[in-house]
């Protein structure tokens, strides 16, 4: 099928404020091509999903915007808020304001739930304070002193995406928030991440849950082998079946 709403890599419109933006990202694991030419904007406070089927590219192409070791970006560039993202470190881009919440969560053991916090903030800059991430995670405040690594998967999820709050975050880059949940979980990660949203924080969020994914979204960026293949509406992704079969299978 012809996809009509946008061409892959095309930007935001005229006139519209592009605040973090990647252009032709390739990226490999060992001699693996995974992201092959991906490129799309972001304006401030939009909520973009990242979606396509499992092998599409997208935690890969989180994990290059976020500079992390694996996969390797060979080439292309990423800019957030006029910083040259493709040219830091993981670390460095941590500083920048790249927040990733990755699947596996990584709760670091052997810390309570508020040492895990407080671990995020031990360098500059810091995001919410903690009573802040409390009054907005309350089950994080009653399990304070537990900890991290104990606790059940929606509450290390939600721990995953305080931690990340608790740096000073311009772009919060979500992979699969409702993996392995229970659907009673999975309605108050949704909240949350609601919560976000109301709150104007910049986001992506890839899901496989793609349906839930796209309510939340303002924008939809479809990958396929590695490249954008549709960059449009949330509610045009909603309304196409046939767009939602041939890339999404569903």
Known sequence: MTVTETQPNTPLEAGAETYFACTDLHAYYGESYIVQGVGFSVRKSEIVALLGRNGAGKTSTLRTIARAGQPELKSGEIFLDGDAIHRMS?????????????????IIAGLTVEENLQLAQIAEPKGWPLERLYEHFPRLAE???????????GEQQMLAVARALARDVKLLLLDEPYEGLAPVIVQEIERIL?????????????EQNAIAALNLADRAIILDMGNVVFDGTAQAVLDNAELRQEYLAI
């Not at 399990?143 to 998967?153: A, D, I, M, N, P």
Request: no cysteine; charged share 25%; glycine share 12%.
């Open 90 to 106: 993981a670390f460095q881009a941590s500083r920048a304001g790249i927040g990733l919440v990755p699947e596996d969560r990584r």
């Open 143 to 153: 399990r304070r002193r537990q900890e991290g690594v104990t606790l059940s998967g």
């Open 194 to 206: 609601h919560e976000i949203k109301s709150l104007g924080l910049t986001t992506i969020i890839v």
